[in-house]
């Protein structure tokens, strides 16, 4: 910076703050901002989670009350049981699917760019949208069941979305058609960087293609995975948009999710301390699976400073 | 017997013919170094012979048997990679014992095999741990611990040092050397090295342009380059090549550099009738610069050709001092006892030795005597 200046002899040199202007701006303004509405936004909430406010903030402390309430509702129950549901099988299927996807794709096939596209391009849909489309299919008098009846096989099926035990499930399809392109270009991404040597090295000596994948690039993937896992947890536990879109919670309240629950209490029903108290929750279940990660992250990077 | 019989081989990428009519045979016991410039073709022709390329045309034997259309796992080679190319989720251990795993080998076999080569090897400390874990020359190690632990017919080496550095790289290239002599196998190993080369090699195969230049033991390529490329490549510095005019009077033949010029250099020879048919035309003298030395340097006892030269730049390495000058006007490397530096810009006093001089013909670049 200095030196710039000192080499530019015709013009005075401006004190550094000026100089530094555009750096300091372009750092400190979006930072304060979006610290501004997070951290403060995020505190707020909290605050407000040990209050009594129903429609308008008030002030007050009744302890943990909001909690426990929240936590004994048979609504916050229930989405809390779907999200475990829902958080695992999508997280562990898009994966599997993700993945099948990226070795069938890494075969050298033909045509392979058109199909990745095609995998992805649901990523760039609105889940707004993935959630109207997929009610329409699995809509038993408009969608599947309706095509395959029609086709002549009229005692065929999948009412899933009106069924109340399998209606979580028609989430998790809608979810992992949208997100496992996401999960596949990780993986390809992580199968092609593996070493063209290892894999000759593994052929002469005498392993096949499943041995192959196995033994030797499988292993090489698990940080990816792990960041699969922990991208789509992330997703996971903040839907909200593509319930709302497929099924709004319903029949009843079958596939209630926390953040429906939280939407449902501070907005429809006013109660802003519970529905803060909701929301807090959510807070923690994020960071039950963001600080772990974050934790691995740093040892990673530590392990790979030290080697 | 031969252990690699490689016979009118071709390789080509679309329009680009990489390999051309290539012919090796290489006995077993032999340690065949494949030297050459990078992109002519070295590793194309390795990875042929072991499999994981076809060749566009000829055929590949190994141990007698055409393995032309055989898999790389069943043509009885190991391969050392340049990356080494160890499993990174496996240990030490696991890595060697992979292929024997794969070929279903009884687990006390392969633990027996397995001591045997990490003694050989001195990598038994290491066989607990994962490959990165382990230094540049340890992932070495390990890697040809892999290949010694199949006992095959040939081994493959891809440039198995460059990713080591400059003491360590010496160090390995002994080991190797020492394993060839102590195990005997037959060796096929590829490198840009031509010290690695000379100093490793029972036979090189210098490379240029996807053809086999000259095919010989190292002192053959060394002392008899079978053309211009192969003078230029090997040794370091390598041949100085200067045009000249062959004369021959009535003492026999005489090579003159800058022939007309007052400062032309007049080499007689003796012995090169061979040249004969030359006499009266251009052809291209080599010379290796330790042939070229300080005034006073008898060689093995003959009075040498003198000649006075200027002196463009002198480079002491402390072994020896490398001088270039000008020969009859053409440059030129001289080697030149450590003590002695010459001033740059002025004339100093060369001793030649002309028994040791290389004739090119200057229109195929071949050998001439």
Known sequence: MSNAAAI?????ALPEWVRRLPEYLTIWVPLLLSAAHLVSFSLWTIWISFTPSTLIPVTGWVG??????????????IAFDNLLLFGCAFVVLSAA??????????????????????FLYPLAVSFVVTGTVWSWLLNPGLGIQKLVHDLGWTSFRFDWLIDRDMAIWTIVIAAIWQSSGFAMALFLAGLRSVDADIIKAAQIDGAGPVRIYRRIILPSLWPITITVVVIQLQFAISTFDLVRALTNGGPG???????????DLMFQRSLLGRGAAAAVLMLLILLAVLLPYAAWRYLQRRRAAHA | MAALSIRALSKRYANLEVLKDIALDIESGEFTVLVGPSGCGKSTLLNIVAGLDRPSAGTIEIGGRVVNDVAPKDRDIAMVFQSYALYPSMTVRQNITFGMECRHVPKTAQDAAVANVAKLLQIEPLLGRKPSQLSGGQRQRVAMGRALVRDPLLFLFDEPLSNLDAKLRVEMRMEIKRLHQRIGATIVYVT??????????TRIAVMHQGRVQQFADPDTVYRYPANLFVARFMGS????????RLESDKDGLVAVIGAGRPDE???????????????????????????????????????????????DMVEPTGAETMVSLRLGGEPAMARISPDIRPAPGASASFALDTRRICLFDPETERLIA
């Open chain 1, 97 to 118: 699917t993700g993945l099948i996807l990226a070795i069938l794709l890494d075969q050298r096939i033909r045509g392979e760019n058109v199909l990745r596209s095609i």
């Open chain 1, 8 to 12: 530019r002899p015709g013009r005075p």
């Open chain 2, 237 to 244: 510095p390598p041949m100085n090549t200067m045009p000249a």
């Open chain 1, 64 to 77: 943990l009350r909001n909690y426990t309430a929240v936590a004994a509702s048979r609504n916050w129950q």
């Open chain 2, 192 to 201: 840009h090295d031509q010290i690695e080369a000379m100093t490793m090699a």
């Open chain 2, 265 to 311: 250099v007049r080499l007689r020879l003796r012995d090169y009738d061979g040249a004969a048919p030359f006499v009266g035309r251009d052809v291209v003298v080599g010379i290796r610069p330790e042939c070229i030395a300080e005034g006073s340097r008898a060689f093995s006892g003959e009075a040498p050709v003198l000649v006075e030269a200027p002196v």
């Open chain 1, 253 to 263: 309240i079958a596939t209630q999710l926390p953040a429906l629950v939280v939407y």
